[in-house]
RNA sequence: GCUCCGGUAGUAUAGUCCGGUCAAGUAUGGCGGCCUCUCGAGCCGCAGACCCGGGUUCAAAUCCCGGCCGGAGCACCA
C-alpha cells in the first residue's frame, strides 16, 4: 500500500509553489490505490506560529484542487507520542540532552568535538530530561540531540536538535495552548510520524536533502527504514513571488488586500482569476518532480486552463473604455442572434433587435475605443453579427457613422474590420480587475446579470474572465486571453 | 567557506539509469499561411536546444574527469 503525505506548517494559505509536492502526493498515491495523508506540522508556537484560521483555509485550498485527503493528522495532538519516542532514545543512549549554549556547542561540533553532555549516562539524560518537561530549565537553556556521527562530511547532519522548550505561557500554542513546554523539531516530529503514519513515499522540497540523512540516523537508532524519497526543485513563476513570508509581508503591510489579490499565486487568488485546478494539476504533472528548479511560464499555465475553459466558457460583448457610435440611415429593423458559444449553437444565443431611430437621431451603440482609435473616414466595419457601417467621422469620445451594407460577405470583399458592439441601452458597467490589479472600466451586455459569481466566461476579442460579483455593477477577474 | 544537488529550444518536458533506432520527440510561446462573423478555438508550415573542455568507445545528450553556471542546506524554522 502507497501512503504519501502533505504536511504544511498552517501558518499561510496555500500557493502555488506548494502545488507540487500535493499534486504529485495525491496523484501518485491514486495512481497506486494508496492513501495520501494530510499532516500539519504545527510544532513552532514560537518562530512558525501556526494560525488557527489556516488549518480550514489548507484543507479548503486542498479540497478545491480536488486532492482530498484520505486522513488527517495535526501534530499538536501528537505530543506525548513525540515524548515517549524521546525517552526510549535517552533510555538508550541514541539522544542526549544538551546543555551547553548553542554558540558553544556549533563551535564544538565544528571541530567535530563532542560536547561535555554527549558522554552523560543515560540516567541522567533522562534526569535532565524531567528536567526539561517539569520546567527546571527554562527556554533555550536545553534541548534533545539525536546521536549521529559526530565526524560526518556534514557538519549539519552531526548530532542534530530533536526537541526544544519553548515558554509557551509566553507564546501559547492556538490549538494547545500552554499545555506543552517541550516541543519537537522538525527532523524529530517528521520522522517519528513519517513511520508511524505508514508513509511509504515522501515527496518533498529539496531543501529536505540533508533532513533525509539526519532522520537515518534517528531510524538506524529504532531500527525502522526510511521511506523512499524524491526531493524536487524550487518551482517559481515569472514575476511572482512564491514566498510565504512575502505574501504574508505583503498582507500585513497592505500591498495585498487580501489572501485572493490577484497579483499573488496563491491558490485562492488563482481560483478567484478564473485558473481551474485540473489546469494546475496538469501543468504540475507536465513538470514533475525533477530536481532541477523551474521557472514556470504563466503562459504554460494559461495554455492548460484556455484548453479547459473554450469549450465551456459562454461568450459576451465588453467593452472597454467605451466611445458612443451612431449609424445614420439604418434602412430596417435588424433581429440578430449572438451565440453564446461558436462550436455550440444549441447552447442558445443573445438577442437583439436593432430598430431605425426616427428623426434623424440614428440608432446608437457602445464600441470600444480600442477600435475606434484605429479607425479613417470612409473606411467600413462590420459590426459583428449585424451589419457593416462605413465611418464618416471620429472624435475621441464618439464616432459618427452610415449604414452600409448588411452582409457579411460584403465586409469580408471589404476587409472590413469586425468589432463587438453593445445597444447603447442595453449595457450595464462592468470593471474587469486585471492580474496586476488594475482595473479595466467598461460596459458588458445587460444579459450578463443573470450570470453567477464564479462562472468564468470568455469577453470576445477580450480574454476570459470570471465573473466574481454581481449587482447592478458587473465585477470581473481577468484570466488570460 | 563547508556539504549536497542539478544544467536539453523563450518556457516546460521526453530521451540520460540499460551508449547506436536522437543530425534530438512533445506542449506552449514566436513567425507565416488557411479557416472562423472574437484579437478565442481549430488546421498547415517555419524558426528554435543537448553549458564548456577533455577522455573512453567503431559510436556519447547518454559513461568518466575537469571547468563554468545555477540551486539548496549549513536554526533550540518547517
Known amino acids: 500500500m502507497i501512503i504519501t503525505r502533505f504536511s504544511p506548517n498552517p501558518d499561510c494559505v496555500l500557493h502555488l509553489g506548494s502545488a507540487r509536492a500535493i499534486i504529485l502526493c495525491y496523484e501518485y498515491a491514486r495512481m ?58 535517552l533510555h538508550d543512549g541514541n539522544a542526549y540532552v ?106 518533498r522540497g529539496k531543501e529536505h536533502l540533508t533532513n533525509q540523512h539526519r532522520q537515518e540516523y534517528m531510524y538506524g537508532h529504532f531500527g525502522w527504514k526510511y521511506p523512499e524519497a524524491i526531493h524536487y526543485g524550487r518551482l517559481k513563476i515569472t514575476g511572482a513571488f512564491l514566498s510565504k513570508s512575502k505574501i504574508v509581508q505583503g498582507i500585513r503591510n497592505g ?30 504533472i507536465d513538470v514533475g518532480p525533477k530536481t532541477a528548479d523551474v521557472v514556470l511560464s504563466w503562459e504554460n499555465l494559461y495554455a492548460y486552463n484556455r484548453k479547459i475553459l473554450d469549450p465551456k466558457a459562454n461568450r ?10 451612431t449609424v445614420e440611415n439604418v434602412p430596417k429593423a435588424f433581429d440578430v442572434q449572438l451565440y453564446l458559444h461558436p462550436e455550440y449553437p444549441e447552447k442558445g444565443a443573445r438577442k437583439y433587435r436593432i ?16 477600435d475606434s482609435e484605429k479607425f479613417k473616414r470612409k473606411q467600413v466595419i462590420r459590426l459583428m453579427g449585424l451589419f457593416n457601417v462605413e465611418i464618416l467621422d471620429v472624435k475621441s469620445y464618439a464616432v459618427e457613422a452610415c449604414y452600409h451594407s448588411e452582409g457579411y460577405q460584403e465586409a469580408k470583399k471589404l476587409k472590413a474590420p469586425l468589432i463587438h458592439w453593445i445597444p447603447i441601452d442595453m449595457g450595464m458597467p462592468c470593471n474587469v480587475v486585471m492580474p496586476d490589479a488594475s ?32 449587482t447592478r455593477k458587473l465585477i470581473a477577474y481577468y484570466a488570460h486571453k
Open 98 to 203: 544538551c546543555t551547553c549554549m548553542s554558540q558553544e556547542f556549533r563551535k564544538r561540533i565544528l571541530q567535530k568535538q563532542p560536547c561535555p553532555c554527549r558522554e552523560l549516562s543515560p540516567e541522567i539524560h533522562l534526569e535532565r530530561w524531567k528536567k526539561m518537561l517539569d520546567g527546571t530549565y527554562a527556554e533555550g537553556n536545553a534541548v534533545v540531540r539525536v546521536k549521529t556521527d559526530i565526524t560526518h562530511p556534514n557538519p549539519a547532519i552531526r548530532d542534530w536538535p530533536a526537541l526544544r522548550i519553548i515558554d509557551t505561557e509566553k507564546y501559547p500554542h492556538p490549538r494547545v495552548g500552554s499545555k506543552y513546554r517541550v516541543w519537537p523539531l522538525y527532523n524529530f516530529a517528521c520522522g517519528i510520524d513519517d513511520h508511524l503514519l505508514g508513509v511509504t513515499h515522501i515527496i
Open 355 to 370: 430598430e431605425p431611430r426616427r428623426e434623424n437621431q440614428g440608432t446608437q451603440f457602445w464600441i470600444s475605443r480600442r
Open 32 to 89: 497506486y490505490k494508496g492513501r495520501f495523508i494530510l499532516r500539519f506540522e504545527d510544532t513552532d508556537p514560537k518562530l512558525k506560529k501556526p494560525v488557527l484560521e489556516f488549518y480550514d483555509r489548507i484543507r479548503e485550498d486542498l479540497e478545491w484542487l480536488g486532492c482530498k485527503p484520505d486522513k488527517e493528522y495535526i501534530q499538536s495532538d501528537r505530543i506525548p507520542i513525540y515524548y515517549e519516542h524521546a525517552e526510549k532514545l
Open 316 to 325: 459576451f460583448f465588453f467593452v472597454v473604455n467605451p466611445v458612443q457610435l
Open 255 to 284: 500591498t495585498f488586500k487580501s489572501w485572493d489579490d490577484p497579483r499573488l499565486a496563491t491558490f485562492l487568488a488563482l481560483k478567484r482569476r478564473g485558473i481551474t485546478p485540473e489546469a494546475i494539476r496538469q501543468l504540475i
Open 439 to 470: 482595473i479595466e472600466r467598461g460596459i458588458a451586455e445587460k444579459l450578463c446579470k443573470k450570470l453567477k459569481p464564479g462562472t468564468i466566461i470568455q469577453f470576445e476579442r477580450f480574454g476570459f474572465v470570471r465573473i466574481d460579483e454581481v
